[in-house]
């Protein structure tokens, strides 16, 4: 392999990684809010936000060399 097609293998590894965090991130997302439309406010559900934090942090360490960033509502 060429050096431009290590370059470009990177990206994709790092495109799917960032597709997978997201599609985890919506999943949690859904998770939350059944909780929330049932009023839980228990452990369960604080370990479901924290899973989505641990994700939204993970696909900022992704997003940053692209000067991007995801904010976590939860957090904010």
């Given amino acids: 392999m060429n050096n431009y097609e290590n370059y470009f293998e990177g990206i994709e590894d790092r495109a799917v990684q960032i597709s997978e965090l997201i599609e985890e991130i919506l999943k949690l997302d859904d998770v939350i809010a059944e909780h929330d439309k049932y009023g839980s406010k228990g452990v369960q ?6 899973r989505r934090k641990e994700y939204t942090d ?9 000067k991007m960033k995801i904010i976590n509502s939860e957090a904010a």
């Avoid at 559900?45 to 924290?50: A, G, I, K, L, T």
């Fill in 45 to 50: 559900r604080d370990q479901y936000v924290n």
């Fill in 58 to 66: 993970r696909l900022n360490q992704l997003l940053e060399p692209h």
